[in-house]
């Protein structure tokens, strides 16, 4: 009877990971050609995709082990499915350098564009052997760094990638009115690239400012963001500066990065406009950095059904972050560091 208690547990268990987790993409083995051009980008057509939203961006991987492409890069891109033969590039991932050592693999990471799929929109990938420098969420097209991603071909039509020719960045159109793609002779490519996404996942960003006390606020999270749920989605904050009051605000518009004042340490890291929450008291012991803030998200939107963003649905992200009292700092407060999340079902 244990046995299959635990078999079953099991089952489930694998399950829920299978359904948690998705992957785009041709296998990432060693394949007979690498010199493609690097002028190109290149995009899955495959099986794997289009992949619907809302999904969390994972790691991508890809092949390369020849010595001559030590050091060159790659950068991961994602692309809307907008048409039946459209796409718009929604997400450039952080460039990498190749270490010719065969499978790599890599956080996306999000440099520009969306940070997650949103849900009931179709998304598929892309490399593009150029560099990128990024500044405030924009991105700048850097050189071309030449072409290092094994490939299989030409002329198979199993698992295929499209090329377009011409500079991507956030907002670019392929296909059908905008740049054109497989227009020349070399279609029925295999790339060794994959792309996973999962369930979202919440994560902090941005630096958190440093307080007359040398409190840094930090914060978490507990529970999930199930918009069809009235309670059991707690924004926390940890570090905080004693018996300050303070609130959380949160805005849907992505993130930010800008200076909170004139020497301050804090950092505004939520793009306007905001909705600021309840206002809290941190309580704690005089001279420890033991305040801290809590709030049922869920409950609050229930009770303020004409917030910044109600009602949700699934596959939104937001950005959350903290402000409170500190009188001896600059414009006499301080903020947290941020919280992304997606919201749920």
Known sequence: MHMQRLLAVLALASLCASASAQTVGSPVIDRPITNGTGIWTYFYRGGTQPLTGPAALGNWSFFDIDAD???????????????????????????????????????????????????GKQYTIGITHRDYSFSGGVATPGALTGPLVDFSGYGITTDPWSYVSGTLNIGTIIGTGGFPI??????????????????????????????????????SYAGSAHVSASAGFHLRVNNVEPNKQGLIFFG??????????????????????????????????????????????????????????????????????????????????????????????
């Not at 450039?92 to 520009?112: C, L, M």
């Not at 279609?187 to 006390?213: K, L």
């Not at 049922?296 to 992200?317: C, I, K, Q, Y």
Request: net charge positive.
């Open 69 to 119: 492409t030590l050091g060159s890069k790659v950068t991961p891109l994602i692309l809307e499915v907008t048409g039946p033969t459209q796409w718009k590039v929604v997400a450039i991932g952080t460039p990498r350098a190749s270490t010719s050592t065969g499978v790599q693999t890599h956080p996306f990471a999000s440099q520009a564009g969306i940070t997650a799929l949103s849900a």
């Open 182 to 219: 497989d227009n020349l002779s070399f279609t029925g490519r295999i790339y060794s690239v994959s792309f996973q996404f999962g369930a979202s996942v919440p994560t902090t960003y941005c630096t958190p400012g440093t307080t007359s006390s040398g409190c840094t606020a930090t914060m």
């Open 252 to 345: 849907v518009s992505g993130r930010a990065i800008s200076p909170w004042a004139p020497g301050s340490s804090s950092f505004l890291c939520v793009k306007s406009p905001t909705q600021r929450m309840s206002l809290l008291n941190s309580n704690g012991l005089p001279g420890l950095c033991n305040g801290a803030f809590n709030i049922d998200w869920l409950t609050w939107l229930a009770a303020n059904p004409g917030a910044l963003g109600a009602p949700f649905s699934s596959g939104v992200v937001v950005n959350a972050q903290a402000w409170f009292r500190d009188p001896p700092a600059a414009k006499t407060t301080n903020l947290s560091n941020a919280l992304e999340f997606v919201t749920a079902p």
